[in-house]
């Protein structure tokens, strides 16, 4: 979910990502409460062997509502299989191109008004605080911003970089963090923009979401880019979660369940690889807005 990596500078330093507001609580009687469990999502997509997951109609590697692929979506099936269920996509339109640079496309209102069960690829609790109803499983995966070049001259981390001018997107956490390390950069409006910009030799390398490289990567095998070699640093580095309501522990725990048997099979990461995305263990460090802090000190 692209949008949730852009940053204002006063939300970078509060919270790292994009913010979100308008909690909201509902109070019920206990027969309305009883009348709620008998037919809400969770309980009737039990029942009927359903497991409803939102997805963005446009939002490759993750998911493609045309074609109904994805990373996520095939995840999703894997899921449901494991969990004995029916998957039913529930798509969400979206907007491809960036407008705000703190909104979030997560279509966490969807799943707090039950339209769907869970959404998949979720960096963490921050990225639910827009909904008081939504939580968040244990991480399954782990994604990064990674540094690419052309073959043959990509650094092994951000470290090695000396004099080259690396292509980012703009008012992103990858470009907070270039301008931490004092490496010299040109923004873009886009990763895909940030990549080309390699590819064509206006930049010597790019700084870019994982997922959204190993993608651009997969379909231009051509361009032979190439990642760099070195596990990508703390403050890069997200683990992401199958967002649920909170009322759906059960679920919620199942579905853990699952997914750590489709990680330990092999399973995630064959899929991963056909959609190019770098996949990682859950990390066990991950951004920290204090560890932004640290690197800028290191290079005064």
Known sequence: MRLLYWVSVSSWVSTG????????????????????????????????????????????????????RGFDVEVARALAETLGRTLVPVWVKNDERI???????????????????????????DAVREASNVTVGNAYYGAAFELLGREGQTPASLHDIERQVVAVQAQTIASFILESLKISMQTFFSAEESLAAVTTGDAELAFVWGPTAGWYVKQKPGTKLTFATAEPLSVARWNEHVATRKEDEALRTAIDAALTRLRKSGE??????RYGVPLYPPFEKTYDVMEMFRLSREKE
Do not use: M, Y
Request: glycine residues 8%.
């Open 17 to 68: 990502a994009a913010g979100w507001r308008n909690p909201r609580r509902a109070v019920v009687s206990a027969l309305g409460c009883l009348l709620c469990l008998a037919l809400s999502g969770p309980h009737s997509a039990e029942a009927g062997g359903q497991l409803r997951v939102c997805f963005l109609g446009k939002n490759l590697p993750f998911s493609s509502q045309p074609d109904e």
């Open 99 to 125: 407008t705000e640079v703190d909104e979030s496309d997560f279509p966490l209102r969807r799943l707090s008004r039950n339209e769907c069960d869970a959404i998949l690829s979720v960096p963490g609790r």
């Open 268 to 273: 995630l990461k064959t899929i991963a690889q």
